[in-house]
């Protein structure tokens, strides 16, 4: 059951994972995040989100969320406030049930970037307005958006190609498997073991992915291969094991070799060259990384159109 679904009696939408967004809906976020760049781009005023408020804690750090959230808001007319656990009741132990209704009594849509999914959900289950997940221990849904966006601007629709993910099998990694899913495309993880995705995620998304362990094979045919940190946020203190654990997960210029010649390369950001990329890779002409990262701006305009409009 998608939290749309626990919700219905409610009909609030909520995003806390792609499965939330139906084939078509994500298609049309795309379409929509297209445009709204372009009205950007020309200096259009649109303003569709005035009086509204977005209320968005932060439980782990930010710089693409946190911004793209607020200039989004600041460019629809309405107001983003940051709220971290530093200075708020919700590092002292107020529930999330509570923050949940007292936030959602005055704002008009909430945005969670926290360690454990079940938060995020619970933030959801008790909020009277739309729940958008900034990110989890588990999934990453806003940035699929922006990367989905900046694969259909270059290449057109993604369906029946082929993408391979380097490296752990993390929060990018099952946010991955779902597009995969809901847009059909074929998508290739090369981790080494012990670095697998969740089984949940590999038992939903079955049909649509491979396990391949060895990097150079996984890359073979693919279109965009795609990585991330070794060591995400919370993990800071395994590090030095996880160099030696992917130190052959490298993307660099050899690895790309293996690829289609026209494949794109893409990072979530932010990144850590000769780690789990090359310098020469993600500076080089495969790489659409900053068009990836604006587009997270306007695919969350696109989100919050869709959900507040
Ligand atoms: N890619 C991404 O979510 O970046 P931030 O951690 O800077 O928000
Ligand atoms: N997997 C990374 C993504 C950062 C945007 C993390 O969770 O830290």
New binding site residues.
């Given amino acids: 059951m998608n939290s749309n679904e626990k919700n219905s009696a409610k009909s609030v939408r909520h995003f806390l994972t792609l499965t939330d967004l139906t084939t078509d809906e994500f298609k049309q976020l795309i379409y929509r995040a297209i445009e709204l760049k372009t009205m950007q781009h020309r200096g259009e005023v649109f303003e569709p989100l005035k009086n509204k408020v977005l209320a968005m804690i932060f439980e782990k750090s930010s710089t693409r969320t946190r911004v793209s959230f607020e200039s989004g808001m600041a460019q629809f007319g309405g107001h983003a406030i940051f709220l971290s656990p530093r200075d708020t009741q919700l590092g002292r132990g107020e529930p999330v049930e509570d923050s949940a209704r007292v936030l959602s009594s005055m704002a008009d849509c909430l945005m969670v970037r926290t360690f454990e999914h079940k938060k995020a959900e619970r933030l959801a289950e008790y909020s009277s307005v739309p729940v958008i997940n900034g990110?989890t221990d588990d999934v990453?849904p806003c940035?699929l958006l922006a990367d989905m966006q900046t694969w259909f601007e270059q290449r057109g629709d993604i369906q029946g190609k082929t993408v391979t993910w380097i490296g752990d099998g993390?929060?990018?990694c099952h946010s991955y498997m779902h597009a995969a899913k809901i847009l059909d495309f074929q998508l290739n993880i090369a981790c080494p073991e012990g670095f697998e995705p969740q089984q949940s995620f590999i038992d939903e998304t079955r049909e649509n992915i491979s396990i391949i362990r060895d990097a150079r094979a996984a890359c073979k045919d693919s279109d965009l291969i795609v990585t991330?940190?070794w060591a995400?946020?919370g993990q800071e203190e395994e590090q030095k094991q996880r160099e030696l654990a992917f130190k052959n997960y490298q993307v660099n210029s050899k690895l790309m070799q293996q690829a289609n010649s026209n494949a794109l390369f893409m990072h979530?950001l932010p990144a850590h060259r000769g780690e789990e990329v090359s310098a020469d890779v993600i500076d080089g002409s495969q790489s659409v990384v900053w068009q990836e990262a604006e587009n997270r701006l306007h695919a969350q305009k696109a989100l919050l159109e869709f959900l507040l409009v």
Avoid: G, P, R
Wanted: hydrophobic share 35%.
């Fill in positions: 990110l990453h940035q993390n929060n990018m991330d940190v995400s946020m979530c």
